[in-house]
């Protein structure tokens, strides 16, 4: 980036850098005007890598509209928002990687048949079978490698919403150069490392322990017991390719849509129209009813 500007919002805290002819009035995530010009902090951490956009504007901004007019069940003034000012941003996130070793417990459950007879109704004796499980308690170590585990490093966007647009493809990662923002807007990492290494350390856990359930062997599992432990830590700050959208409508609410800048999977949860919702409940209540009626007569 040649010439810089930094703003923070006042309004979801992110911290926002665009080239000064790009300056903004009003937040990319959140659409909130509260956006204070402020001058750089020095000691923020350097991105490392970054994942370049491959989904053009034209393309994000159809899928945003798409995803807008088909949410029938939400507000019409949410329908009707206008859908315009979607904006590519180098979200910044944190790529964590770890060894993993873990122990872990479970109870098996083998499966068998039992045959047996009994006597029916009409007092006639049948065989019959029936399945049955027999429980053993299984003790085991898992060690593997946990590697491409994202969180997000941004105030602005919550780790919910970059999990519901991931994967990356990590393949294509760059080595950061200021040139490859260039017309781009790009967030500096509002959340500290510590901060993003709690989430990743969560989520890699998260995955052993998925992992550990598709090793286990017989025909049912539970009480699965893991206690994992990461060792050589590594996490990287990059910056992830998102196109953003803070549709404001009605009483001032926001809801956001986001599209991966990579492989355009859309992530966002329409507003709900609770007037919507009754009609269709009552409609439904009055076809059963009707249904009912109707077979009685
Ligand atoms: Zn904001």
């Given at each position: 980036m040649s010439e810089v500007v930094e703003f923070s919002c006042g309004s979801c805290?992110?911290?926002?850098?665009?080239?000064?002819?790009?300056?903004?009035?009003?937040?990319?995530?959140?659409?909130?005007?509260?956006?204070?010009?402020?001058?750089?902090?020095?000691?923020?951490?350097?991105?490392?890598?970054?994942?370049?956009?491959?989904?053009?504007?034209?393309?994000?901004?159809?899928?945003?509209?798409?995803?807008?007019?088909?949410?029938?069940?939400?507000?019409?003034?949410?329908?009707?928002?206008?859908?315009?000012?979607?904006?590519g941003i180098y979200v910044p996130s944190y790529l964590f990687s770890a060894a993993a070793h873990a122990e872990y417990t479970a109870r098996i459950g083998e499966n068998y048949t039992v045959t047996y007879t009994t006597t029916d109704s009409k007092g006639r004796t049948v065989t019959r079978t029936r399945t049955e499980t027999e429980w053993h308690?299984?003790?085991?170590?898992?060690?593997?490698?946990?590697?491409?585990?994202?969180?997000t490093a941004s105030r602005g966007i919550g780790n919910h919403e970059l999990e519901g647009v991931e994967p990356f493809d990590l393949r294509a990662l760059h080595r950061y150069s200021p040139r490859l923002l260039s017309g781009w807007i790009a967030e500096e990492a509002s959340m500290t490392a510590e901060v993003c290494r709690e989430l990743a350390v969560a989520e890699a856990m998260a995955e052993v322990q998925r992992r550990i359930m598709t090793i286990l062997p017989g025909d049912r599992q539970s009480d699965l017991q893991v206690s994992a432990r990461l060792a050589d830590?590594?996490?990287?700050?990059?910056?992830?390719?998102?196109?953003?959208?803070?549709?404001?409508?009605?009483?001032?609410?926001?809801?956001?849509?986001?599209?991966?800048?990579?492989?355009?999977?859309?992530?966002?949860?329409?507003?709900?129209s609770w007037v919507k919702i009754g009609a269709l409940v009552l409609l439904s209540v009055g076809l059963v009813v009707g249904g009912v009626l109707l077979a009685q007569r």
């Open positions: 805290g992110s911290q926002i850098q665009v080239e000064a002819h790009l300056r903004t009035a009003t937040c990319p995530y959140c659409a909130s005007p509260a956006v204070v010009e402020r001058p750089r902090e020095a000691g923020r951490p350097q991105p490392d890598f970054v994942l370049a956009f491959i989904v053009p504007h034209e393309q994000a901004l159809a899928a945003a509209r798409r995803w807008v007019r088909r949410a029938w069940l939400a507000p019409e003034a949410f329908r009707k928002a206008k859908v315009d000012a979607i904006r308690t299984l003790a085991g170590s898992y060690s593997a490698y946990v590697s491409d585990v994202v969180v830590i590594a996490q990287i700050l990059m910056l992830a390719p998102v196109w953003v959208l803070p549709v404001r409508f009605a009483d001032d609410r926001v809801v956001r849509l986001l599209v991966n800048g990579q492989t355009g999977k859309v992530f966002g949860k329409p507003p709900r």
